[in-house]
């Protein structure tokens, strides 16, 4: 059964925090990517990588950064957290061709306070 | 830019009843279309994708759907709603050639029984 997990359900950090979320796959997908959901906007692509150590910005990649040391995990990175990232983040994973279903995680619920 | 527009934010049907939810997108080729759904506090499943070929295709949990190139939309139905069918809904295309998506805001459906 193929699998994306996240590192946590639930988080809660300060304004200003580094905050890290993990994200890693088991189907030696070569892509990934990082959304965020909200209200009424649907899904937003932050950043996909489509390969180890590269990575694409997607359309709202402002106040985020990634990581890619391994294929099977892809990390963002919020440099100083805002109350305005406050949201829920998905993952997902999918094989490089343009036709392939991409596979999603069950989600960060993200609170910055 | 292309785009992706379900313009029911909520929609709400007894339990039974025949369902269609719409979907409408802006590209400018070919496109590579998807519906999934998300459950309360799930990420996203894929119900079923549009590549090429037959205009109608079938999906999992008995739900298909009909791509019209003429009018530009990709709508799913289902002839008989279960209440487990009560989630969001989404419709994508697919963009570039890194298996990129675009989101639509999403449908909310609610099943009255």
């Known amino acids: 059964d193929v699998k994306v997990t996240q590192s946590s359900r639930y988080l809660v950090k300060r304004t200003g925090e580094k905050v890290f979320l993990e994200c890693v796959q088991d189907?030696?997908?070569?892509?990934m990517f990082w959304y965020r959901q909200d209200p009424g906007l649907g899904l937003r692509l932050i950043y996909f990588?489509?390969?180890?150590?590269?990575?694409e910005k997607g359309d709202i990649p402002e106040g985020y950064s990634v990581s890619r040391e391994k294929k099977e995990r892809f990390s963002l990175i919020l440099e100083s957290a805002s109350t305005n990232q406050t949201s829920m983040y998905l993952c997902a994973s999918s094989l490089l061709l343009r036709e392939s279903e991409q596979y999603f995680g069950p989600g960060t619920r993200l609170t910055v306070t | 830019a292309q785009s992706v527009t379900q313009p029911d934010i909520h929609i709400t049907v007894s339990e039974g009843a025949s369902l269609e939810l719409r979907c409408n997108y802006s590209?400018?080729?070919?496109?590579?279309l998807f519906w999934y759904v998300q459950s309360p506090g799930q990420g996203l499943q894929l119900l079923l994708k549009y590549f090429s070929g037959d205009t109608l295709v079938q999906g999992i949990k008995g739900f298909e759907a009909e791509f019209k190139r003429s009018q530009s939309s990709f709508n799913l139905r289902k002839p008989s709603v279960h209440w487990s069918d009560a989630a969001e809904y989404f419709c994508?295309?697919?963009?570039?050639?890194?298996?990129?998506?675009?989101f639509g805001a999403g449908t909310r459906l609610a099943v009255h029984p």
């Open positions: 994508a295309v697919g963009e570039g050639g890194y298996n990129k998506l675009i």
């Open positions: 990588s489509y390969d180890v150590k590269m990575k």
């Open positions: 189907m030696d997908h070569e892509n």
């Open positions: 590209y400018g080729a070919t496109p590579y």
